[in-house]
């Protein structure tokens, strides 16, 4: 189902703000992943902390085996075909595919390619956005920068019969122009949520002429999200009273930027999926907006979730306590319990979203589970 007009608008407009803010500051490029052989317990199985509120220390969340398994090999595809694009002013366009043995697929989070690769369509990548990280794409051309930052002559060099993104990273501009040269380009609605998930899916497989393959792994993708969403809410705490209080914050310190994330933002999502309240949902707060001390102060956070990137750039724990003494004197301030996650995984809505779901429910309910996973990955 297609998210409302209103979310995809906010939607843009977050991640134009993040580009921004990613522009200003640099955002860190932990590169191409590779898979790692690093069997776990299952969810029900691990040791799970008493009190997950007073737990004190940071974890970090990872995802042991970076591989994406495609639902199918080379799948049948129906072209020419004719696909929605979304414009910069909310409107729509029609865009006729005839080609995609070439793709250049583009957005924050790497999602457009994550999708491209489970739905088995890995073989048609030449370029791919910074945050495409995960196990297989380590050879194929990054065409985005430090700041996401779109690289139009590397784009135009790998020569694609199709550049799919969502308007994330740009500037949108230089996007639209490559159009000037002969290449098609389709801007899909990217909503930041699990159902913006599924939908980003179909909405690739139509691309690719693929409708039923995508319809497939959108359902499989829903379904997994909702079985590891049954599995945390096992684990997690069920009174009210004891449930985690989370907090999302952005951080990129090189640049003084520190934003607090609201509902619609993507992190309302993985909160609740979590088991967890979102105390920026407590204070109405929609979108992400800058973090002032007075709001820090009063939603008073158990755990504050954030990006690897983010607590790396003001210089880890103790950086960011000294430079935000608010912070400090916070629940999660004075505990140290902040949960971290690569920039690329843990705001990426896609085929991973389980897999996410169960590296940030380890990290905040068994973090002895989550160190032993970072620790097989090499982390440490």
């Known amino acids: 189902m ?8 906010l939607t843009a407009t977050l991640a134009t703000a993040i580009v921004g803010l990613l522009f200003l500051a640099g955002c860190s490029n932990t590169g191409h992943g590779q898979a790692q052989d690093a069997p776990q317990q299952d969810l029900s199985e691990v040791e799970v902390l008493e009190d997950p509120r007073s737990y004190e220390g940071p974890s970090t969340a990872v995802i042991p085996d970076a591989v994406i398994e495609p639902i199918t090999e080379n799948p049948d595809q129906s072209l020419p075909t004719t696909v929605t694009s979304y414009t910069q002013a909310g409107g729509e ?10 793709v250049v697929a583009l957005d924050m989070a790497g999602s457009i390619a994550a999708s491209i690769w489970a739905l088995g369509f890995s073989d048609t990548l030449v370029g791919v956005d910074q945050s495409t990280t995960f196990a297989g794409t380590e ?11 779109v690289n139009a002559e590397a784009i135009i060099g790998l020569a694609p019969d199709v550049v799919i993104t969502d308007g994330s990273v740009g500037p949108r501009d230089v996007v639209e122009q490559l159009t000037d040269v002969g290449i098609t380009v389709v801007f899909l609605e990217n909503e930041s949520s699990f159902d913006g998930a599924q939908n980003l899916i179909r909405q690739v497989a139509e691309v690719y002429g693929a409708t039923e393959v995508g319809e497939q792994l959108a359902t499989q993708t829903g379904q997994d999200i909702e079985d590891k969403i049954a599995q945390i809410a096992e684990i997690a705490p069920q009174d009210e009273d004891e449930k985690v209080r989370m907090l999302f914050l952005y951080l990129r310190g090189n640049a003084g930027v520190y934003y607090m994330f609201g509902s619609e933002s993507g992190a309302d999502d993985l909160i609740s999926a979590l088991g967890g309240v979102d105390v920026a949902k407590e204070l109405g707060w929609e ?11 009063a939603a008073d956070p158990d755990l504050i979730l954030t990006m690897s990137g983010g607590i790396e750039s003001v210089d880890g724990i103790e950086g960011l306590l000294e430079e935000k003494p608010a912070v ?4 999660a301030g004075e505990n140290q319990r902040i949960v971290d996650m690569e920039d690329g995984q843990i705001l990426s809505f896609g085929p ?20 032993a996973a970072r620790a097989a990955q090499g982390n440490e």
């Open 2 to 9: 297609r998210g409302t007009r209103r979310t995809s608008q």
């Open 93 to 102: 366009e029609q865009i006729e595919i005839t080609d995609t043995s070439r």
């Open 139 to 149: 050879d194929l051309e990054t065409v985005t920068s430090g700041g996401h930052t």
């Open 287 to 297: 979108g992400m907006k800058p973090m002032t001390d007075e709001a820090l102060v």
């Open 328 to 331: 400090a004197i916070t629940t």
């Open 352 to 371: 991973r979203s389980a897999d996410v779901l169960d590296a940030l429910a380890r990290a905040v309910y068994a973090p002895e589970s989550a160190d």
